[in-house]
């Protein structure tokens, strides 16, 4: 129907758990939407994903960003805020995904423009059905800004 | 919070998408309240507390249309992102347009998602029960 069906959407996950990696993979492979999922293992290998910068220099601009708080190198509020700050990468919703409940990482995490703040479930099936919730909300109804990503052409 | 009832601004002018919307979350799994402003006035003064809603709760979710009488939809959504006691509020778009320039504009102006309205009553409600799905049931609001 739109162009999304036909472009793969860019799916970066922004997570140094391998678990937690293999498990997001798993329940993004069954989605409906055809989708790549990239993943960045600490803050300053997103923003070399997100920058392209080598060894990044052919990585697309993702779609959607899921992002953990506690990353070794920097931190998901620095990169969170990075983003939001970039005028070429403001658009791409960031979704965090983190064991965090703190109401201050909550808050926090609103104010620096995260589009939506998801509490990781330590439950193997919960967290597949969060994850397929996060798919079938961001990937499946939500219209994405793909025009500011500079990849996918404008529709005029 | 789970056990509160969330609190759900909607901000739209059609009569018929207002009323199925509030019918969608009458049905949801979580107790939640819809309160519903036709205008974006109206929407500013239920969100500032201003008369006649001096005693309205602070909305833990906006759902809000673009198109609307006088002050339009990127006017509140400009106005609850650039006040620092309102900003971390989602704010949820639900629009009529698909077109790109007005997707992006949303996303600039700081709008948590932004959600083409279906024309078809099935889509909207599949729409709305999406929405509610992850708004109310997966994501930690502030």
């Avoid at chain 1, 492979?29 to 070399?48: I, Q, T």
């Avoid at chain 1, 220099?57 to 620095?78: H, Q």
């Avoid at chain 2, 006017?75 to 992006?104: C, F, H, M, W, Y």
Wanted: hydrophobic content about 45%; glycine content about 4%.
């Amino acid at each position: 129907m739109n162009h999304a069906d036909a472009v793969p959407v860019e799916v970066l996950l922004v997570e140094d758990n391998p678990g937690d990696v293999r498990l997001t993979q798993e329940a993004l492979r069954d989605a409906k939407v055809r989708n790549r999922l990239h993943v960045a293992p600490d803050g300053v290998a997103a923003m070399s994903f997100l920058r392209r910068v080598p060894p990044y220099e052919n990585a697309p601009v993702p779609d959607l960003i899921l992002l953990d708080l506690n990353l070794p190198k920097k931190s998901g509020l620095e990169v969170l805020e990075l983003v939001k700050s970039d005028d070429r990468l403001q658009c791409i919703p960031i979704v965090i995904l983190t064991t965090s409940q703190a109401e201050r990482d909550v808050l926090q995490g609103y104010r620096l423009r995260a589009n939506a703040y998801v509490t990781k479930p330590v439950d193997f099936d919960q967290f597949l059905k969060v994850v397929g919730s996060i798919e079938h909300f961001w990937l499946e109804i939500v219209k994405l800004s793909r025009a500011g990503s500079g990849d996918v052409g404008r529709d005029d | 919070m789970s056990a509160a009832t969330i609190e759900i601004l909607l901000v739209e002018d059609n009569k018929d998408d207002a009323a199925l919307t509030v019918r969608a979350l009458a049905r949801a799994r979580l107790g939640n309240q819809v309160h519903v402003a036709t205008t974006g006035a109206e929407a500013l003064a239920f969100l500032r507390h201003q008369p006649p809603y001096e005693t309205a709760p602070r909305p833990d979710l906006v759902l809000l249309d673009l198109d609307l009488p006088g002050v339009d939809g990127r006017t509140v959504l400009e106005q609850i992102k650039g006040d620092e006691q309102l900003r971390a509020v989602p704010v949820i778009v639900v629009s009529g347009s698909l077109n790109p320039a007005d997707v992006e504009r949303a996303y600039r102006l700081h709008a948590n998602a932004y959600v083409a309205k279906p024309i078809e009553p099935k889509a909207f409600l599949e729409a709305v029960r999406s929405i509610e799905e992850f708004w109310l049931q997966v994501v930690t609001l502030p």
